[in-house]
């Protein structure tokens, strides 16, 4: 998550997201940004903190198999720039622009945005580093 | 040749290709139609 | 970036380049393995629901309640990325891997899952992919001729260790003649290259120990250092400031809680890189070593009888003393048209390494019509052989030439412009297997490698040159390369041409 161009590429597939999502004739702008963010908050969920292990083979004796992939950055250093940049970036996308504004401060859509977000943003603190 | 490299394409079956290029037109039917409307 | 270092330790300019990856191909290639995981999802998707046949081994319906066999996720790169391209590698050829070799043709009816042999075979094609650097590996001469005589008079086997009845004269030869070449005192051959380095590391270092091992190092250094149970402590690729760091930290904090110092520090490089092209900055590095008074061990791998004005390696190449690092160690794969490691130092290392060395005590030793080709090859090195054959294997021009014109051409290249290992960047997944399959149409034989074998944004083609190679050859070659270039536009560089 550290190497070139990566954090460019996931806001870019992020907006793209959103893009394709804008293109949906019968959804309104509102459905459309929940929807963005929901999306972005289950696909982070699940790479991030779902899956567990490597899809490739690593020399580590397996030591890796057990680990998601947000315990497996930056070998578990915490508040490393990638995790920063990781932690931030759903709540940026929730709150500024879905939660406050484009949703007109509808209650649920509010409740749906804010259950997203805490769905990735709990299993980021280091307290629930390695915690099943 | 450089749509089909660069997007990885390539490495897909024909059938996969089907389906990848079926979904990036309606993709963009439907960005087109909306941009019309919109404007 | 450009690493040019003229300081006073470099009798020469050592001159190092890894431009960087262009942002927007970077970020298409991470689009590119993107779209491949999705699709790779979707195929997993079809197999568990068995719309799809699944080739791979699988357990039986009866086994599923045990413990899995087979870790399903670990082999997602390999069913969903590798699988498409893998008529890329493990080709098998049916000659010697000179200069020029022959491949089995094989097709396959359903997408590289199962192949199947055509009989014909591609003659003559040019192969850019094995280490054969000085070109030993051939069938006929005096290498050839020597190796058959030593079958005829020893066999083939040597069915016992170094310890017992496998220690032959021809070993004891070998290794007076290993010692010789490399100017040290004595030195030890292994059987295998790859457990020189596995097998004598733990026997050199323990419990209390440290290891400052590069981090680009070579995964028989790795399991070694591993094996040892010594603390290791990974510096970045060729970094002597970050080496520095850690060699202060380790004097000044000692072990980790108690805080004694370290019985021993062991740094960990090789000669030449072969993924990166690069070649260690050894008068740093021996440097560094003196003033903090660490334990090096060199791994030549790759280096030895490539580099250096007498193919001595390294050492050789930035004229220093031999005497300076205290483990060299080699192999005789790449250079010398054989198998097996070496390693060298001082007589007391050595006998201590016949005594502990797993190697000595456990493996067969090394069959003897490899130890000739050894001997005959490196006496012609030296020229011993009452011929100038040697002296007339140039690789250096090769290398000189093939990396200059790649440069010219537009192609990013990493490493040393003296290394003969040149990677070429091909960055996205699918120009892979577009590049080794254009390559093979046009009869160059090239070796492709990717993540996970190289970072994510950095696969690449990879060229060993020879000297087995002759300017027809390496035109030939450059020119197929400029035309693939073109058809699948890698010339990404930014700098002058």
Redesign the interface.
Known sequence: MN????W??YL??TTALHVVLLSIPFLSVPVVWTLTNVIHNLAMYLFLHT?????????DQ?KA?LLTHWEQMDYGVQFTASRKFLTISPIDTCEHKTCYFYTKYDTAHFVVNTGSLLSVLLPKLPQFHGVR | ??Y??????????PW?RTI?NSLLITVAAMAVYTCYVFM | NHHASCTLLYKKPFVESFE??P?LV????????????I?GY?RDFLRDWKFEKCHLAREREEQKDFVPLY?D??????RN?YM??RDNWNRPICSIPGAKMDLVERVTPD?NWTFEHTGNVLKDVINMGSYNYLGFAENTGTCADAASECTVKYGVGVSSTRQEIGNLDKHEELEKLVARFLGVESSMAFGMGFATNSMNIPALTGKGCLILSDELNH?SL??GARLSGSTIRVFKHNNMQSLEKLLRDAIVHGQPRTHRPWKKILVLVEGIYSMEGSIVRLPEVIALKKKYKAYLYLDEAHSIGALGPRGRGVVDYFGLDPSDVDIMMGTFTKSFGAAGGYIGGKKELIDYLCLHSHSAVHATSMSPPITQQIITSMKCIMGEDGTTLGEFRILSENTTYFRRRLHEMGFIIYGNNDSPVVPLMLY????I??FGREMLKRNIGTVVVG??AT???ESRARFCVSAAHTREMLDKALNAISEVGD???LKYSRKNR
């Open positions: 190497s070139r161009g990566i460019l590429a870019l597939l899956v567990k292990g490597t899809p490739f083979e690593t020399p397996g198999r | 040749y450089q089909v490299l660069v997007t990885a394409l390539y490495m897909l079956e996969e990848f | 960087e990856t942002l970077a970020v298409l290639t991470y689009i590119g393995y993107g779209i491949l995981t699709f979707l870790q996720f670990e082999n997602f790169y390999t990325l498409r391209i997408y995964a790795v399991l996205m997944p699918a120009k297997g577009a993540f996970p970072p994510i944004i058809l699948l536009q």
